[in-house]
């Protein structure tokens, strides 16, 4: 399980250092998302998106502090939710997708996370 929890991370820090290193417009061409929001809220997203990756690995990495994995698991599936309801107001229906599977694998490692905690 560990293995899914650091794909997250990488795929979850590039997508935010990604979205933190280039400037809106550049992002407008990309993501027609970006057009309804300001900068700061793109951000904000891409910060929330690069810690919470950080809070995936890094605790495994460091066996120390493993509630953080669950917490930020959930963080993300919240941010995947947000996710697919702007691609669905948006209609990009072929664009759901990806933060639909993003989102549920999140969740699974979320549930992973809490009941490893429990057990």
Do not use: C
């Not at 590039?14 to 900068?39: I, N, R």
């Not at 664009?95 to 999140?106: D, K, T």
């Amino acid at each position: 399980m560990n293995i899914l929890t650091y794909i997250l991370a990488a795929v979850f820090v590039l997508a935010g250092a990604m979205k933190m290193m280039q400037p809106k417009t550049k992002l407008e061409t990309k993501m027609a998302w970006v057009k309804d929001v300001s900068s700061w809220r793109v951000k904000a997203i891409a910060a929330l998106e690069a810690l919470a990756a950080l809070a995936l690995a890094l605790p495994l990495i460091f066996d120390t502090g493993l509630i953080l994995v669950p917490l930020a698991a959930t963080g993300l599936v919240f941010l995947m939710l947000g996710a697919v309801f702007t691609h669905a107001r948006l209609k990009e229906i072929p664009m759901i997708a990806i933060p639909a599977v993003l989102g549920v694998l999140a969740l699974w490692v979320a549930i992973w996370g809490y009941t490893d905690l429990i057990s």
